[in-house]
């Protein structure tokens, strides 16, 4: 599943209580770029790397999808995502447009929710 919006739409609250609810979902955490928020921890929010070890796994293929916003690097784990998947998960994508356009070349069976 492909979940985007604006900034500040609610898409975190909305997929972190799915989750909560269903033990068949799993959330994808992305790498970053960006510098943690206060309160975010490593490795539950995102995996914050510097932008030279993103560029790395980039190049090296290792992601599903990867975007830049606002000067910052996303990417999602091919691995990871193919892991729970092959577990007999569901998994969660919350990200920008860029990646979902990504995601659903390699997925055309995945599904999109867009929140306004």
């Known amino acids: 599943f492909i979940v985007a919006a604006p900034s500040g ?15 068949h ?5 992305s790498h970053t770029t960006r510098p943690a928020r206060a309160g975010e921890v490593d490795g539950e929010d995102y995996f914050f790397v510097s932008q030279d070890i993103f560029s790395k796994m980039r190049d090296a ?10 000067d910052n690097s996303y ?3 091919s691995a990871a995502v193919h892991h729970q998947l092959h577990a007999g998960n569901d998994v969660i994508l919350e990200i920008d447009w860029q ?6 070349k390699n997925f055309p069976d995945s599904s999109s929710i867009f929140i306004l």
Do not use: N
Not at 9 to 23: E, F, M, N
Not at 25 to 29: A, D, G, I, T
Not at 61 to 70: H, I, M, P
């Open 61 to 70: 293929g290792d992601f599903l999808e990867s975007a830049t916003v606002f």
């Open 25 to 29: 979902v799993r959330l994808s955490v």
């Open 99 to 104: 990646g979902g356009q990504q995601v659903r």
């Open 75 to 77: 990417g999602t784990s």
């Open 9 to 23: 739409a609610g898409k975190t609250s909305l997929v972190r209580a799915l989750v909560k609810q269903d033990p």
